[in-house]
Nanobody, 124 residues
């Protein structure tokens, strides 16, 4: 079992930056692909970024490309999401997830473990 705990959320103004952290416990995540998802009220959960187990392959949703950066530190069993130039439309609950698949994926159904989520609210 892998337990994931997100931190770093909060209330910010448009244009601000935040860094989310996802700390894993129970098992090393060095062999897991990792993803950051978000879910806004009334909307489906969507993948905003994903990273392969080695960190060598990444994915970004078009809506965050150039503003968000996903990274991982396998020695610390932690994944990060650096978010710059935040917009009101980024407001959502952000979730960290782990997949045992060998390739990164954006499909929520293919992720095995999920964190509890952290709220990001961006005011205009």
């Amino acid at each position: 079992q892998v337990q994931l705990v997100e931190s770093g959320g909060g209330l910010v103004q448009a244009g601000d930056s935040l860094r989310l952290s996802c700390a894993a416990s129970g098992r090393t995540i060095s062999s897991y692909g990792m993803g950051w998802f978000r879910q806004a009220p009334g909307k489906e959960r969507e993948c905003v970024a994903a990273i392969s187990w080695s960190g060598g392959v990444t994915y970004y949703a078009d809506s965050v490309k150039g503003r968000f950066t996903i990274s991982r530190d396998n020695a610390k069993n932690t994944v990060y999401l650096q978010m710059n130039s935040l917009k009101p439309e980024d407001t959502a609950v952000f979730y960290c997830a782990a997949t045992s698949r060998s390739t990164i994926t954006t499909m929520t159904s293919l992720y095995d473990y999920w964190g509890q989520g952290t709220q990001i609210t961006v005011s205009s």
